[in-house]
């Protein structure tokens, strides 16, 4: 449901079959993602604020033996200002999970890349985008990635430091 602020009434009302409940705003549009294909594909979706008008930014069907459940959606802005969504695929196998960060560029309506080094399965905490890098936790991991290419900076088992109270 879409809630006018000011006038306190239903602006619109959406009925998203197979969608995650997670909502993101960003620059006048919600997001969020679907999945369809039993798991196969997944899809980054928005609808414009003002009204119900969803279109799809980015479908992904998967090509080896994981699942699609794209979450965590992060919004920032590349040193050029275009602006940049970046996200977690958090997949699975019966014998191990992975999660993949995507980074697509909304100006130019364009993948910019997918990493897929971590082989651990994530939380629903969003991305950060911050100066030229994007920040993430995963399963008791924190990482930095390039925004540029996606390599892999630095990535952090918390449980070294301390003793988290929850995963």
């Given amino acids: ?19 995650g409940p997670w909502i993101y705003a960003h620059q006048g549009y919600v997001y969020t993602s679907i999945d369809y294909n039993n798991y196969e594909s997944a899809a980054i979706i928005r609808s414009p604020v003002s009204s119900e008008n969803w279109d799809t930014v980015f479908a992904f069907t998967i090509n080896d ?5 794209f979450g965590a959606i ?16 958090r997949s699975w196998k019966s014998t191990s999970p992975r999660t993949d960060i995507f980074a697509y560029n909304l100006s130019a309506d364009t993948l910019m890349w997918r990493n897929t080094d971590l082989e651990v399965n994530s939380g629903i905490i969003p991305l950060k985008v911050k100066d030229g890098k994007v920040f993430g936790l995963v399963n008791s991991h ?12 630095w990535l952090k088992n918390l449980r070294e430091l301390f003793t988290p109270t929850l995963d």
């Fill in 1 to 19: 449901q879409c809630l006018n602020m000011e006038s306190k009434q239903l602006q619109w009302y959406s009925d998203l079959k197979d969608s």
């Fill in 65 to 69: 033996d994981y699942l699609t459940d």
């Fill in 74 to 89: 992060g919004f920032g802005e590349a040193g050029n200002g275009d602006q940049i969504m970046v996200w977690k695929n």
């Fill in 142 to 153: 924190a990482f930095a990635l390039d925004l540029q290419n996606g390599r892999t900076l």
